[in-house]
């Protein structure tokens, strides 16, 4: 079984709508990436946070540590977000490995 | 900064073929990844390094080696190369254990 879980796997919006794609891990963690993978190919970090709540742009991730779930949301979602949501954590405790997940592929209709 | 590159971007190989797979940071991050994608597995690690000398294995280490003699460079080499290595490698880097991971843009390797 993955440590890391996303829903949904797939996810169609129309533009200008809120998206929201869960996280949950299963093992204790210090913390935890969300990252973007382009329809190119390329991979780029959006967030890492251990607690509470981060924003960039219309981007907003927060963490909730007792519950081992972590939420991704976008804003006024646009075209141009259509892209897979990777989320990743470390495997354990003191562990260097991540762990990811299998991935949201948003699509983003205008 | 050029941040992490890989080359070649695109390699094809016959089974039993080996090769080396290049990876480099200008950064000046004590931390190197190698991950391989394949599709619904998600990203997995293949061997990583915490800095010059020290490497350790992830979760999918066979058929794979690495070494690190500078802190730049970060090549994996594919022993003898069979069709279930066909997948896309990405190596990252970051600067230390909780900070933000920088991916290279991947090589496409295809073994017949």
């Known amino acids: 079984k993955n440590e890391v879980e996303q829903s949904p796997q797939n996810l169609t919006a129309q533009e200008g709508e809120f998206i929201t794609i869960n996280c949950s891990y299963s093992?204790?963690?210090?913390?935890l990436h969300w990252l973007q993978q382009h329809p190119g190919g390329g991979i780029v970090s959006l967030f890492m946070l251990s607690s509470g709540k981060k924003k960039h742009g219309r981007l907003i991730a927060t963490i909730n540590i007792q519950e081992k779930h972590s939420s991704l949301h976008i804003t006024a979602s646009h075209p141009r977000d259509s892209a897979v949501y990777i989320c990743?954590?470390?495997?354990?405790?003191?562990?260097?490995?991540?762990?990811f997940g299998k991935g949201t592929k948003l699509t983003v209709n205008p | 900064n050029a941040g992490v590159t890989q080359t070649p971007k695109f390699q094809v190989l016959k089974t039993g073929q080996s090769m080396t797979l290049q990876c480099a940071q200008d950064m000046n991050h004590e931390y190197m990844s190698w991950y391989r994608q394949d599709p619904g597995m998600g990203l997995r690690l293949i061997h990583y390094s915490v800095g010059a000398g020290i490497t350790d294995q992830g979760e999918v280490p066979n058929g794979y080696n690495v070494s690190r003699s500078t802190t730049e460079d970060f090549p994996l080499r594919l022993l003898s190369a069979a069709p279930s290595q066909t997948s896309v490698y990405f190596c990252a880097s970051r600067r230390g254990r909780r900070e933000t991971q920088y991916f290279g843009p991947g090589t496409r390797l295809l073994v017949l």
């Open positions: 990743a954590s470390y495997s354990q405790g003191g562990s260097e490995k991540l762990v």
């Open positions: 093992v204790g963690i210090s913390a």
